[in-house]
């Protein structure tokens, strides 16, 4: 059943860009295709047959894999849960992906970016809505927008743009890397979220040496929950080990 439904959906890309290639035959092959495609692809209108496939195919991915609900993880702290794991698997209110200013997603189908995992996960739709929010203009440093989660098993995808570090960690830098998180969580506190995740903003392509970023991160969220004395779950989600040690440090005596 998903084989047929992956098919459908590369088929149409495929003749909608003319691409010339030849469709694989095995399903793994057939999913990388998938992901090259939809990353590639500009957010211009499409068939909302194929859209309603692409759900259908989506969702049954989905239950193929395990998922995190976020009200069985431990608190570190209150408020505060460090989790390492696939966010695109975590079942919360809303997810934070930390993408850049086009605020498009990623178009490398190579990248191994949360960008890319996120909006591949969720489908076309959260690519195509980030468009019709932004229309044309950009996201600055610290900004956000929010969109819905579609085939993800969060609600929400807040997008948020971080800073790119070029040698040495500014004051600059810093500031915005804080606004990422403050602003991001105000914005869910004030719209009665009950938990947000985020991942670890900058410190990937955008070299932020997460040593710092964890601290900006830590203190950032301390200081919302702090101002509004809320019961929000906030999520530091981690992807390897090396960065879950790295922020577990912060608890450490």
Known sequence: MKEELLLKIIKYLKNESNYQFEIPKSYEELKNVYKALVNLRIPESISEKILDIEDQYLKLELKDKKITNVNDLKEIEKNIILWQGD??????????????????????????????????????????????????????????????????????????????????????????????YKNALEYAIKNNYKSIAFPSISTGLYAYPIEKAKIVAYNSVKEVLKKYGTDIKVIFNVFSESDYNEYKCLWKD
């Open 87 to 180: 966010i695109t698997t975590l079942k919360c209110d809303a997810i934070v992906n930390a993408g850049n200013s086009e605020g498009l997603g990623c178009f490398n189908p190579r990248h191994i970016c949360i960008d890319n995992m996120i909006h591949t996960n969720a489908g076309m739709r959260l690519r195509l809505e980030c468009n019709d929010i932004l229309k044309g203009n950009t996201i600055k440093n610290g900004d956000f927008i929010v969109c819905n989660a579609y085939n993800l098993p969060s609600k929400k995808v807040i997008t948020t743009v971080g800073p790119q570090v070029v040698q040495e960690v500014t004051d600059q830098n810093e500031n915005d890397l804080a606004n990422c």
